[in-house]
């Protein structure tokens, strides 16, 4: 067997979600430490909050165990970005992550969305299969300096922030 094949298996008892409430936060960040170099440092109130604010948020069940996730942004009609897809290392390479990421973008949130955006660093491939194209003319990226809204109250503590309406 090549190194990169699979035994077939049966995985018709994974569940996927979009309930968002029932992502368990603690199996999310074990996942991500375990999958992932961008997220692995990820504190779970940080998780939290991305969660929260993500619409839709899909998750895949092995029985209890949460095996997948992704989660998207959008205006619901022109624009959305999908964000953060994982599977576990030992379901990947049996059609789980693509159904994972075609759950999201059938979610009645995304699936009329004119264009739906994706950043990853090393899976051009496997998001090509799915239906994504390369696009070179959507690269621009704000690193935001701007202080976070705690380091304003602090801040505002010591001397008055004048905020323009």
Avoid at 43 to 65: F, G, K, R
Avoid at 82 to 100: A, S
Avoid at 109 to 125: F, S
Wanted: net charge neutral.
């Amino acid at each position: 067997m090549i190194a990169t094949e699979r035994k077939p298996m049966n995985f018709s008892h994974v569940k996927f979600s979009a309930d968002k409430s029932k992502i368990d936060l603690v199996q999310l960040q074990q996942l991500y430490k375990n999958t992932t170099f961008w997220a692995r440092s990820r504190s779970l109130e940080e998780i939290e909050i991305a969660i929260n604010n993500s619409n839709p948020v899909v998750s895949a069940w092995d029985n209890n165990i949460m095996i997948g996730c992704a989660r998207a942004t959008s205006d619901g009609i022109y624009r959305a970005a999908i964000w953060d897809v994982v599977i576990d290392p030992n379901y990947q390479g049996f059609g789980l992550g693509r159904k994972l990421v075609e759950t999201v973008i059938t979610h009645p949130l995304l699936n009329r969305v004119e264009r739906i955006y994706l950043t990853t660093t090393n899976q051009q491939k496997f998001y090509e299969k799915i239906g994504f194209k390369e696009n070179s003319t959507t690269t621009m990226v704000l690193y935001n300096n701007y202080p976070a809204s705690h380091d304003l109250v602090n801040q505002s503590q010591k001397e008055e922030i004048s905020v323009i309406p």
